[in-house]
Every structure is written in structure tokens, then in C-alpha cells.
């Protein structure tokens, strides 16, 4: 009886405890109530397009695990815009025209390699997943200005922010943004607006607009210094008595073909440019160019990356002689 008595008083005490060491456990395996970047998408009506396009692309299984993105969500209606500008019926035609590789090019233009709040963004070039040709390891920039909200190369803009997933975050868009040519690239920059208009005012061999022409192609690819709009009204007393095939000339002065140097590939000593004149570039202190006149620029900003090619921004314009 007394044995009893001491079973019953040692269960009395040790029923509280029991019951803190369930609830302790309920809570270690309480599975996280958040989903992830994909779950989202494909759960969210407005991005029925982008869950599918993920999919197709091969994405799914790099979305829905660990990591940290942050990705700009294309709406539908941002999707049917992009497929009605391009002329294609539908992601089938898509993949049917750059196969599933460019279309996974297009969607990791929209994907950072790192969260960014809305109240982290900054204007400036940043790094998305993309890469020029998958392995490369060149990734493609896009632009981000905060002047007029938060736009993205210019056309896009971020009309909802801060969606949070278990691996990163979301933005929403209004506009598909594609990768972009150094022409492109330029066109949609103002801070490139003198190089643009030398560019499509010079003529090589006869033809009118021939610089941005090449720059435009995604067949060459090219390293280019782009003096900055100060630089070239500066240099304007000069360029201004140019003619239209010499201002060609020393545009071409300026880029260094089939080549896609970063700024830790730039080498020193003297470079050959794409008009057949040298440069030589002098790596002991940043990066100092002297031209064929014996003026010397300084590379202020490197390596933004496009599609055919990257820019490196000077502070002065190069003349050959």
C-alpha cells in the first residue's frame, strides 16, 4: 500500500515536466511556416507565367532550395507585354527560339546572388545570375536607378517590394527586362548619352551609325572604354572638327575586340585597339591609359558587364594622335 502511495506521488511530480518536455519538442520540430521564392510564384496568380517559365527553364529545383536571392518578379501581364514586343506566341516559341538555356539566361537577369530590401537598394550596375554563355563566369549587370522610383535599365520599375521567402525575397516588376548589348546598354543609360550620339553619328568605311552597329552585334564581343559625358564636351573643341569617319576612328580607339577583359585580365603595356592604333596601359596604380597623344585617362569605374562585351568608364576622351 505504502508502495503505492510513493508511485502515485512520484507521477504527480513528474507530470508537469512531461508535459514542458512534449511542448519543447512540438516547438524543435514546428516545421517553418514560410515558403519559398518558387512556392510563391507558383501559389501567386499574378506570376502563373514566371512558375512556368522557372520550370521550363530548369530553375525549380535552385529556387525552392537553400540560398539567398532576390528576384524581380515579372507579372503576367509583364510577361505578355515582353512575348507581344518580341513576337512570340507564347514560352513554347520562346524556348523553341533560344532553347532553354536562353531562356534561363532571361529569368537569372531578373535573380541576385544575395537579398536586397527595398530599403538597401541602391542606384548603381550589380551583378545578376546571368553570365554571358553559362560557365563563363562573366555575369551580366543591370542598372539600377532610384531617381523615379526603383527602375530597372531604365524600363522596368518595382511596383511591390519586399515579398519574403525562406530563401530570399521577391520585387515585383512591371516590365520583363533582357539582356543588353553594349549598344543597348549605353542607350539605356544617360550617363552614356555623348558616347550614344558619337556613336550613331560616326561613320566606318562609308557607313553611317557603323559603331554602334558593332556594338550592337552578339556575334563580337568587345572591351570597351566609354569616357564619361563630362569627357566628351570637354573634348569637344577636337572632336567637333572631326569628320564623320574619323570621329569612327577614334570611337574604335576605344574598343579592344573579341576580347571581354575585366578589370583584373587588363594588362599593362601597349594594347592594340579595334582602328589598328595602340594604347598603352599602365596597372601599378588602378588603371592609367595613355594614348597616342601622350594624354593619359584614368579608368574611374570597371567591369560592367553586358552581352557582347564589357565597359569600363574613363574620364577622359583617347585620341590616337
Do not use: W
Not at 129 to 145: F, H, K, M, P, Y
Not at 286 to 299: M, P
Amino acid at each position: 500500500m505504502s508502495i503505492s502511495k510513493y508511485k502515485l506521488a512520484f507521477l504527480l511530480f513528474a507530470l508537469p515536466f512531461l508535459f514542458v518536455s512534449c511542448e519543447d519538442d512540438e516547438e524543435e520540430f514546428t516545421p517553418s511556416p514560410q515558403p519559398t521564392i518558387y512556392e510563391i510564384a507558383e501559389d501567386d496568380a499574378r506570376f502563373s507565367v514566371l512558375a512556368d517559365a522557372i520550370t521550363r527553364a530548369g530553375l525549380e529545383n535552385t529556387l525552392r532550395g537553400s540560398g539567398t536571392f532576390t528576384v524581380f518578379a515579372p507579372t503576367d501581364a509583364a510577361f505578355q507585354d515582353f512575348l507581344n514586343a518580341t513576337g512570340f506566341a507564347d514560352l513554347d516559341a520562346v524556348v523553341a527560339a533560344v532553347g532553354e538555356a536562353g531562356l534561363r539566361q532571361i529569368l537569372l537577369y531578373h535573380v541576385l546572388g544575395a537579398e536586397v530590401e527595398s530599403g538597401d537598394v541602391t542606384a548603381g550596375y550589380v551583378n545578376t545570375l546571368a553570365e554571358t554563355e553559362e560557365g563563363s563566369g562573366d555575369n551580366l549587370d543591370v542598372r539600377i536607378s532610384v531617381t523615379n522610383g526603383v527602375q530597372l535599365n531604365g524600363s522596368s520599375t518595382v511596383i511591390e517590394t519586399d515579398i519574403s521567402a525562406i530563401n530570399g525575397i521577391i520585387h515585383v516588376i512591371d516590365a520583363v527586362i533582357a539582356p543588353l548589348t553594349i549598344s543597348q546598354f549605353a542607350k539605356s543609360d544617360p550617363s552614356f548619352s555623348e558616347f550614344v550620339n558619337a556613336a550613331e553619328a560616326a561613320e566606318v568605311n562609308g557607313t553611317a551609325g557603323a559603331v554602334d552597329s558593332l556594338l550592337n552585334l552578339t556575334s563580337q564581343t568587345y572591351t570597351v572604354f566609354v569616357p564619361t559625358n563630362e569627357a566628351f564636351v570637354a573634348a569637344q573643341p577636337v572632336t567637333s572638327t572631326l569628320t564623320a569617319e574619323e570621329l569612327g576612328n577614334a570611337l574604335l580607339y576605344h574598343a579592344l575586340g573579341d576580347a571581354n577583359i575585366t578589370s583584373d585580365e587588363v594588362p599593362s603595356g601597349p594594347v592594340e585597339m579595334a582602328s589598328g592604333d595602340d594604347i598603352t596601359i599602365d596597372t601599378s596604380n588602378g588603371v592609367v591609359i595613355t594614348d597616342g597623344s601622350g594624354n593619359q585617362v584614368t579608368v574611374i569605374e570597371v567591369d560592367i558587364q553586358t552581352l557582347n562585351g564589357v565597359i569600363h568608364r574613363i574620364d577622359g576622351v583617347m585620341l590616337a594622335q
